[in-house]
């Protein structure tokens, strides 16, 4: 959760946190949006052991927005299995295989920006992921 | 029972609040509503976005103003 509640929450953002390096990528990439105010970081666990306050959380946002390392795509799998299509982003649609991906600071801005630009394309066009407010 | 409503005192967490105190006094059951503003507190419900409205620790809704039909459903 963001520290202020009120703060971009209306858009949820997940890594799947794999144990690769692209899965590492996801979680690094994802937690520096989050840093950055781009969205709220919220965990991917707590949806995979239904926890009621993160699937009702998930249910609630106006966007989920899951980050997968690779094409198995547990980040994304975990949502529809709660009812929600999540906006889904493949690090390894974007070239960054697993094993094949070292985990940089610059490939974590690197894959930041790009997953930026790939949520704000697919984003529906009332939802900005900086303009709405929990409250 | 006991009732939660989580948030930080927003408007639509007054809402919230305004619609479940109705929903129970309509409905006539015996309930402890407060209020949990602090954010750590309610992280510890794994809730993300708020109002949320928990019902005996179990959390039935978040990131919505339901209506008073709904709420009365979610605390019966």
């Not at chain 1, 996801?26 to 781009?38: C, Q, Y």
């Not at chain 1, 999540?86 to 790009?114: C, F, H, N």
């Not at chain 2, 479940?20 to 507190?41: F, M, N, P, S, Y």
């Amino acid at each position: 959760m963001a520290n202020d509640c009120c703060n971009n929450s209306r858009v949820l953002l997940y890594a799947c946190s794999g144990a690769s390096d692209a899965g590492e990528l996801a979680d690094r990439a994802v937690r520096k949006l989050w840093e950055g105010g781009f969205a709220a970081k919220t965990c991917l666990a707590g949806v995979g052991a239904d926890i009621a306050g993160f699937v009702s959380s998930a249910r609630g946002a106006d966007v989920n927005i899951v980050v997968d390392g690779c094409p198995v795509a547990c980040a994304r799998k975990s949502l529809q299995r709660i009812g929600i299509e999540p906006i889904s982003i493949i690090l390894a649609d974007l070239g960054y295989k697993r094993g094949e991906s070292a985990v940089t600071e610059e490939a974590i801005a690197r894959v930041a920006d790009e997953i930026k630009a790939m949520a704000d394309s697919k984003m529906p066009a009332a939802t900005g992921a900086s303009s709405g407010c929990c409250c | 029972m006991k009732i939660e409503i989580l948030g930080p005192g927003c408007p639509k967490c007054i809402k919230l609040e305004e619609i479940t105190r109705q929903a129970v006094q309509e409905l006539g059951i015996d309930a402890e509503i407060t209020k949990v503003k602090d954010v750590k507190d309610i992280m510890n419900h794994g809730v993300m976005i708020t109002p949320a409205l928990v019902v005996d620790g179990v959390v039935k809704l978040a990131g919505k103003v339901p209506s008073i039909d709904d709420v009365k459903k979610l605390i019966k």
